[in-house]
C-alpha cells in the first residue's frame, strides 16, 4: 500500500511564507509525477504545480509566488509559498502518480494525501 503524507500547513499572516512537504511511502518502483492541489469547501480541487522528469507545470495564476521541488531520493515533494494571501486559504493535497510491481508485470495508480489546512489571516 502507498501513503502520501502531508505537512506543514498552519496559520500564516498575509505576506507571509509557508513550505509544505509531502512523503510517499511503501514499496513503489517508480514515481512518475507529483503534484499539489488545493480545495475551498464547495470548489473544485484545483492544480497548483506538478513536477516529474519532464519538468514543471504550474497554475498561471501561481506562478511566481509557489514554487514545486522534489527530492527523488526521499520519495518527497514540496510547495513553497511566498507572499501568502487570504485567498489561498484552502486545503492543500498533494497526489502521486505511481508505477508498483504487480509480478509479472507492473500497474500504475494515482495516489492523494490526506490534506493539510493553510489558513492566510492577520
Known amino acids: 500500500q502507498v501513503q502520501l503524507v502531508e505537512s506543514g500547513g498552519g496559520l500564516v499572516q498575509p505576506g507571509g511564507s509557508l513550505r509544505l512537504s509531502c512523503a510517499a511511502s511503501?514499496?513503489?518502483?517508480?514515481?512518475?509525477?507529483m503534484g499539489w492541489y488545493r480545495q475551498a469547501p464547495g470548489n473544485e480541487r484545483e492544480l497548483i504545480a506538478s513536477?516529474?522528469?519532464?519538468?514543471?507545470t504550474y497554475a498561471d495564476s501561481l506562478k511566481g509566488r509557489f514554487t514545486i521541488s522534489r527530492d527523488n531520493a526521499k520519495n518527497t515533494v514540496y510547495l513553497q509559498m511566498n507572499s501568502l494571501k487570504p485567498e489561498d486559504t484552502d486545503v492543500y493535497y498533494c497526489?502521486?502518480?505511481?508505477?508498483?510491481?504487480?509480478?509479472?508485470?507492473?500497474?500504475?495508480?494515482?495516489?492523494w494525501g490526506q490534506g493539510t489546512q493553510v489558513t492566510v489571516s492577520s
Open positions: 497526489n502521486a502518480n505511481v508505477t508498483l510491481r504487480r509480478y509479472p508485470t507492473y500497474i500504475r495508480r494515482v495516489y
Open positions: 511503501g514499496t513503489i518502483f517508480n514515481i512518475q509525477a
Open positions: 513536477i516529474s522528469n519532464d519538468g514543471t
